[in-house]
């Protein structure tokens, strides 16, 4: 930062405490205007809980935050909104029965005699969509009829929409593919050109070091360290923020031969989503499902539990013909679906976490039609302790950092102790000592002979976790990529169209 000129943000003393939590304590750190600047840490650090302080979510027990040199007072969205500061969450926050026009709009509709003006309401939408390169969303759809990386882009562009100065962006590639985020990077570099300063919360170590000018870190809520980027290399920044070496959290995931078939697909198909899908799943196996946004990864695992009334096709499980038109005819199969969103699909959030995690295995816990409240907390104690569930069994879900909440989900399905298991996005919006753990209990659960599909937006993992690879594009599969020929610019290739794998049957991949 320049001499004299006053830092676009600084954080003095900022202390905040929830109920049996201190979020942060005695923090503080400047950031230079005109810059990104990133917050790392471990989930329950207090990053989303410092945005959420500069956005007028929450308000600090003490410590003050200034704005280009002069204290503010911001205790409310409408006050940080008045102050240009703007955010970007990692929870996607709307109004999910209004249209993305209306939600782009609220708080300064158009108006012409009286009533709103329809057509200036869908100009303005599509002039902010455009902005974020989003034009492929219709302005005039129910917000929640969106999938999670449109409606991620529509919060992205709602925020840059009201010409903040200070941007605060939570986690905001946790819900977009590999072409969304291009992007969103694209957007972040001319937002800095404009002189637009970012706070930029994200455990994506690659976007951090390709956006980011300086780096904090905080740990269990205290500031730990605060650098240029350019001075701080990804070993030491991921020991600042987990506490101890890196060769402790990360190795290496052996990869057996695959054993018995658990499960077959052959000819899945769903109008409009996809077709012509053939794979099978074999125990010890992880078999990685590939492909951008909307090219029907996720709509295929939904299909498989039973989730899409209008999928056609066979399933066997453990070679044995299975209808499967509901999640509980799946789970009688032993299978199992972390969805790829959690609050809505994988969470009872008004529940206690023991009650989440307990859920699929009450008939097992049950005695005479009572639950076993001794064997559920024993249970329940089990897989926090393995995942290092960051919450007491009484906690309320809701409560949770995303990334405790994630493991819930996880542990809900390690305690179900299925035969096949779908991970939807495990590791989204968790942290990078989260992330290692996921990655290890995913190899271990392959060695212990279940059958995982992964699906995820983040190739390095796919690459390093999968036995081979599945691409699918437009509905369909276009690759089958052992692990030996699996690199990012394959896939990417592939995903894209830009190659096209030969197979020596085209038919059996579902490609016509």
Sequence with gaps: MSVGVAPAIRFRGITKRFPGVVALEDVGFDVAPGTCHAVCGENGAGK????????????????????????????????????????????????????????????????????????????????????????????????????????????????????????????????????????????????????????????????????????????????????????????????LMIGRPVEQYFGGHARGEPGEERLRVRGLRSPGRFAGIDFELRAGEVLGLAGLVGAGRSEIAQAIFGLDPHAEGELHVRGRRAEIRSPAQAMAHRIGLVPEDRKKQGLVLSMVTRENTTLPILSR???????DRAAERATVRTYFERLKVRATPETTTVALSGGNQQKIVLAKWLAARCDVLMLDEPTRGVD?????????????????????????????????????????????????????????????????????????????????
């Design 365 to 371: 816990l049950a005695r005479l039609g009572w639950i």
């Design 48 to 239: 989303s809980t410092l945005g959420k302080l500069l956005a007028g979510l929450h308000r600090p027990d003490a410590g003050e935050i200034q704005l280009d040199g002069r204290t503010v007072r911001l205790e409310t969205p409408r006050d940080a909104l008045a102050h240009g500061v703007a955010m970007v969450h990692q929870e996607l926050a709307f109004c999910e029965n209004l249209t993305v026009a209306e939600n782009l709009c609220l708080g300064k509709l158009p108006r012409r005699w009286g009533f709103v003006d329809r057509a200036a309401l869908r100009r303005e939408a599509e002039r902010l969509l455009a902005a974020v390169g989003a034009t492929h969303v219709d302005v005039a759809r129910q917000v929640a009829s969106l999938g999670p990386a449109d409606q991620q882009l529509v919060q992205i562009a709602a925020a840059v929409g009201e010409g903040a100065r200070v941007i605060v962006f939570d986690e905001p590639t946790s819900s977009l593919g590999e072409t969304e985020a291009m992007h969103l990077f694209a957007l972040i570099e001319r937002l800095k050109a404009r002189g637009v300063t970012m706070l930029y919360v994200s455990h994506r170590m690659p976007e951090i070091y390709r956006l980011c000018d300086a780096i904090t870190v905080l740990r269990d809520g205290r500031h730990v360290e605060t650098r240029p980027a350019a001075a701080l290399d990804e070993g030491t920044l991921v020991q």
């Design 432 to 512: 990078v000592g989260a992330k290692a753990e996921i990655h290890a209990w995913v190899g271990t659960l392959a060695a212990e002979g279940a059958a995982v599909l992964l699906i995820s937006s983040e190739l390095p993992e796919l690459i390093n976790l999968s036995t081979r690879i599945l691409v699918v594009r437009a509905g369909r599969i276009v690759g089958d990529v052992s692990p030996s020929e699996a690199t990012q610019d394959r896939l990417l290739r592939l995903m894209t169209g830009l190659e096209t794998q030969p197979a020596a049957d085209p038919a059996e991949l579902g490609v016509h």
